[in-house]
């Protein structure tokens, strides 16, 4: 074996003699590279890299001694990289407590016993072996789960995206744009304190951040004109309930990936001003996930073609973000934004999801690692489950098959739900050769159909969607493919190496969509409907019979933070919740009961007469203040506007109950008030009704 074969020990040492005994006793076995001091050592370590299999190192040295030596390579990484033995005379505790904080493995005492020195030696760089190994090991399924999951991410959020009519790939720049100003993020500043592993998690939640869309009607969410005031009123609702569908994933809701895919949900159109919706949170309010995602949102849907807009000149939407016009943003992020200005768009023309950098799970693996040592290979492949996880439990929720097929094995690995349903192995060998998969996939013509919309896919453009029958009990269904196909692009040519998708069952998810509709029309904790939607209902009640008789009432809690106070927030909870079903108990079924914020509440009342409308509010308004909820009495105030009184205009309807809402609060002890149209926001003409 010649020298560039064996492996190499570099012995630093300011004595010849020293240097000369030691290479004669491992010259045998090892190539050997010397060096006289600390400086000449740095430079071969910087030249030799990982190709040292292990430093003998001195520690009283002239010109750099062994503890700098040993520092330097901790400022350069090296140290995990390439094991050190020290080597020397000294034998003071100070000394050697402070090579090994710096990272030395061993300790070797002058003068040299042959025996001892060749042991340590095989042992560190055994051991040394064996962890490299182990880690590689680590990485590597790491990198395969990451993979797989961030894959079924991708394709559950596809759904959004084939259902917005956008390319595939906003999901994918959206990602990239996280990623990297995320890691410029690190570099400008500890504020957020992230980890690699946080950047990870955040990226691959980014992927979720518009699922909210599947509950928004396909006329609004694919409208190619502008969007009228209540339209956007309905889209807007996509962040709640993105949120609320991840909220369902109760088991979960407390991982990582959940938590920052919820508040990415929920707040990434929130803006540094508290001028965004839903909560109109301001500056560091706002999760930095949900800021970082808001505009690589906002960048990608400038840059890119949408059945509304035509795409917009990578400069000139760089200069409309940062000049405001796509609303505030984080001055720190958006400066990150403007560093990556140069890279930014050949880093998303080159992004795909064959392209995952294994030197970047490399790094997760070694922060997970250094945290908690080798046994955190478990945790850190549980910790990337979870998007498998979660994929799994939308999966079971919609009843939807997933499915991942490879082409050179010829295995194919289907949901657990899928393969309870049809009482199928979770992997398949052979698929197109089980006559079960082909019944349920009506035969091969089906399977070559299938292959053929594969072909039509590239690295660039993986998505796919078709329609396609599958056989369920013996009737057959329609069922939507969304598919992506799996390319090798390492070798000359690129090639398709397998596929992953679902089928969704087109009937269950009109079922599943009109439940997600009504989840998100509800307040979560009254069940009465949110204000959002209510507003919804009054504008097109109001805009459909403009001849009849509508009123508007506002009622509002008199001293809850009392009860808050007084009795606690689980206390105020059920008071709010006592309300509200007496309001929907007092309420008749054609009138529209809602919860618009904190303890107030809205319900507007089609009627006939006068004396039907004063029958139908003063009842409500008796019956809620002769609540008693242990010792509390609840007294509520109320403002009525009619559009008899202020005409068919919803905002001019809302103020006027709440001028008629903040009189009665004037007059205290659970008032009920009309509104007058002589009422003026000062010296106001207006008649009480007494309890």
Same mark, same amino acid.
């Given at each position: 074996?010649?020298?560039?074969?064996r492996s190499?020990?570099l012995?630093v040492?300011?004595?010849?003699?020293n240097?000369?005994?030691?290479?004669d006793?491992?010259?045998?076995?090892?190539s050997v590279l010397?060096a006289e001091?600390?400086?000449?050592a740095m430079k071969?370590?910087?030249?030799?890299?990982?190709?040292?299999?292990?430093?003998?190192l001195?520690?009283?040295?002239?010109?750099m001694?062994? #503890?700098e030596v040993l520092?330097?390579?901790?400022?350069?990484n090296?140290?995990?990289?390439?094991?050190?033995? +020290?080597?020397?005379a000294?034998?003071?505790?100070?000394?050697?407590?402070?090579a090994?904080e710096?990272g030395?493995?061993?300790f070797?005492n002058?003068p040299?016993?042959v025996?001892v020195?060749k042991?340590?030696?095989a042992n560190t760089?055994? #051991?040394?072996?064996? $962890?490299?190994?182990?880690?590689?090991?680590?990485?590597?399924?790491v990198y395969?789960?990451?993979?797989n999951?961030d894959?079924?991410?991708?394709?559950?959020?596809?759904?959004?995206?084939f259902?917005?009519?956008?390319s595939g790939?906003?999901?994918?720049h959206v990602? %990239?744009i996280?990623?990297l100003?995320?890691? $410029?993020?690190i570099k400008?500043?500890d504020?957020?304190k992230?980890t690699m592993?946080d950047?990870?998690c955040?990226?691959?939640?980014?992927?979720?951040?518009?699922?909210g869309?599947?509950?928004?009607?396909?006329?609004i969410l694919?409208k190619p @004109?502008?969007l009228t005031a209540?339209?956007f009123?309905?889209i807007k609702?996509h962040?709640e309930?993105g949120?609320k +569908?991840?909220g369902?994933? %109760?088991?979960?809701?407390?991982?990582?990936?959940?938590?920052?895919?919820?508040?990415?949900?929920?707040y990434?159109?929130e803006?540094?001003?508290?001028k965004?919706y839903p909560m @109109?949170?301001k500056?560091?309010?706002?999760p930095?996930?949900?800021?970082?995602?808001a505009?690589?949102?906002v960048?990608?849907?400038?840059v890119?073609?949408?059945c509304?807009?035509?795409a917009?000149?990578?400069?000139e939407a760089l200069?409309?973000?940062?000049?405001g016009?796509?609303?505030?943003?984080?001055?720190?992020?958006l400066?990150?934004l403007?560093d990556?200005?140069a890279?930014?768009?050949n880093?998303?023309?080159?992004n795909?999801?064959?392209h995952n950098?294994?030197?970047?799970?490399?790094?997760?693996?070694?922060?997970?690692?250094?945290?908690?040592g080798?046994s955190?290979e478990s945790?850190?492949?549980?910790?990337?489950?979870?998007?498998? %996880? +979660?994929s799994e439990? #939308?999966?079971?929720?919609?009843k939807e098959? $997933?499915?991942e097929y490879?082409?050179?094995? !010829?295995?194919?690995?289907?949901s657990?739900?899928?393969a309870e349903?049809f009482?199928?192995?979770?992997?398949?060998?052979?698929p197109?050769?089980n006559e079960k998969v082909?019944?349920?996939?009506?035969?091969?013509?089906?399977v070559?159909y299938f292959? !053929?919309?594969?072909?039509?896919t590239?690295p660039e453009?993986?998505?796919?969607?078709?329609?396609?029958?599958?056989?369920?009990?013996g009737q057959?269904r329609?069922?939507?493919?969304?598919?992506m196909?799996?390319?090798? %692009?390492e070798g000359?040519a690129?090639?398709?190496?397998?596929?992953?998708g679902?089928?969704?069952?087109?009937?269950n998810?009109?079922q599943?969509?009109a439940?997600?509709?009504r $989840?998100a029309?509800?307040?979560?904790?009254?069940?009465?409907?949110?204000? *959002?939607?209510?507003?919804?209902?009054?504008?097109?009640?109001?805009?459909?019979?403009t001849s009849g008789?509508?009123?508007l009432?506002?009622f509002?809690?008199?001293?809850?933070?009392?009860?808050?106070?007084?009795?606690g927030?689980?206390f105020?909870?059920?008071?709010?919740k006592?309300?509200a079903?007496?309001?929907q108990?007092?309420?008749r079924?054609?009138?529209?009961?809602?919860r618009i914020?904190?303890? =107030?509440f809205m319900v507007f009342?089609?009627?006939?007469?006068?004396?039907?409308?004063? *029958?139908?509010?003063?009842s409500?308004h *008796?019956?809620?203040n002769d609540?008693?909820?242990?010792?509390?009495?609840?007294?509520?105030?109320?403002?009525?506007?009619t559009?008899? =009184?202020?005409?068919?205009?919803y905002?001019?309807?809302f103020?006027?109950?709440?001028?008629?809402?903040y009189y009665?609060k004037?007059?205290?002890?659970g008032a009920?008030s009309?509104y007058?149209?002589?009422m003026?926001?000062?010296?106001?003409?207006?008649?009480?009704i007494?309890n």
């Open positions: 074996m010649n020298d560039d074969e190499k020990i012995i040492d300011d004595s010849m003699i240097r000369a005994i030691l290479s006793i491992i010259e045998e076995k090892f010397e001091n600390g400086v000449e071969l370590i910087r030249e030799y890299g990982n190709k040292l299999s292990l430093i003998l001195d520690l009283v040295m002239p010109e001694d062994g #503890l520092a330097a390579m901790n400022r350069f090296l140290i995990n990289e390439i094991p050190v033995i +020290m080597i020397s000294e034998n003071s505790s100070s000394y050697i407590e402070r090994y710096l030395a493995t061993d070797i002058r040299f016993n025996y020195v042991k340590r030696i760089i055994m #051991l040394y072996s064996k $962890q490299k190994n182990l880690i590689n090991l680590v990485s590597q399924q395969e789960k990451e993979k999951s894959l079924m991410v991708k394709i559950l959020s596809h759904i959004v995206e259902r917005n009519g956008e790939l906003h999901i994918m990602n %990239t996280t990623e100003v995320l890691k $410029q993020l400008k500043t504020k957020y992230l592993s950047i990870d955040i990226v691959t939640a980014s992927s979720l951040h518009d699922i869309k599947i509950s928004i009607p396909d006329e694919n @004109g502008r209540e339209e009123e309905v609702g962040s309930a949120a +569908m991840l369902f994933l %109760t088991e979960y809701i407390n991982d990582p990936l959940v938590i920052a895919a919820k508040d990415i949900c929920l990434h159109h803006k540094y001003d508290g965004g @109109g949170l500056g560091d309010e706002i930095i996930s949900a800021q970082v995602v505009i690589a949102d960048y990608d849907a400038l890119s073609e949408r509304y807009k035509k917009i000149p990578h400069k200069k409309m973000i940062c000049d016009e796509c609303g505030a943003f984080n001055p720190i992020v400066e990150c403007c990556i200005e890279t930014l768009e880093e998303i023309k080159v795909s999801l064959s950098s294994v030197r970047k799970v490399r790094k997760i693996t070694d922060e997970l690692l250094s945290q908690s080798i955190s945790n850190s492949i549980n910790y990337l489950e979870q998007a498998r %996880t +979660m439990f #939308l999966a079971s929720m919609s098959i $997933q499915f490879t082409k050179d094995s !010829d295995v194919l690995t289907v657990e739900w899928f349903k009482k199928l192995p979770l992997v398949i060998v052979n197109f050769k082909l019944d349920i996939i009506n035969g091969l013509d089906n070559e292959g !053929d919309e594969l072909k039509k590239t453009e993986p998505a796919i969607e078709f329609t396609t029958q599958i056989k369920i009990e057959h329609s069922h939507r493919v969304l598919c196909a799996k390319w090798d %692009t000359e690129p090639r398709i190496v397998g596929a992953v679902k089928l969704i069952d087109i009937e998810e009109y599943i969509m439940d997600l509709k $989840q029309s509800l307040d979560p904790l009254t069940n009465i409907y949110n204000h *959002r939607y209510c507003v919804n209902l009054v504008k097109n009640k109001l805009s459909e019979n008789n509508y009123a009432g506002l509002d809690l008199d001293s809850f933070k009392s009860a808050n106070d007084n009795f927030h689980l105020g909870d059920e008071v709010l006592s309300v079903s007496t309001l108990r007092t309420s079924k054609k009138d529209i009961v809602a914020g904190g303890d =107030e009342i089609e009627y006939k007469t006068d004396n039907e409308l004063k *029958r139908a509010v003063e409500i *008796r019956t809620i609540i008693k909820l242990d010792a509390y009495n609840v007294k509520i105030s109320t403002g009525i506007s559009t008899k =009184e202020v005409g068919y205009d905002n001019t309807l103020n006027c109950a709440d001028t008629a809402l009665s004037s007059l205290r002890n009920l009309y007058d149209k002589e003026k926001l000062s010296g106001f003409k207006i008649t009480p007494e």
